[in-house]
């Protein structure tokens, strides 16, 4: 069932200027009573591994793991698409704790499923 009151935003990049403005909204979205979900897809998910989000930090914003530890606190799902882990070659892969791995057919039902939906 369709829930107009969700936005679901999806991250495709590992480009540390793109980082920000999907867990930016999510955290916003979240303030406002709207249900948010971030889903990484492609090169996005390098930036999911340790070491890796501690290394983005620009502007006065804090870094990118702090960013994503704030969103998940919040409650914000941070889902991690198991077709792109595949793609990228890591069978087996330490990714940011409390992230969740799920199947390429959750971003379809996700996407069916949010109000609306933003892609980065």
Request: hydrophobic share 40%; with cysteine.
């Amino acid at each position: 069932m369709k829930n107009e009151n969700s936005i679901l935003y999806v991250q495709t990049s590992d480009d540390p200027e793109r980082q920000y403005s999907p867990l930016v909204l999510a955290q916003t979205a979240r303030a406002m009573d709207v249900d948010a979900a971030v889903y990484y897809l492609g090169q996005g998910l390098r930036v999911l591994t340790p070491g890796a989000a501690e290394q983005i930090k620009l502007g006065s914003f804090p870094s990118l793991k702090e960013m994503l530890d704030k969103t998940m606190q919040m409650g914000i799902p941070v889902y991690v698409c198991e077709a792109s882990k595949q793609m990228l070659g890591w069978e087996s892969v330490e990714l940011i704790a409390g992230t969740k791995i799920v199947g390429a057919g959750t971003l379809n039902d996700l996407s069916l499923d949010a109000g609306a939906t933003m892609w980065f």
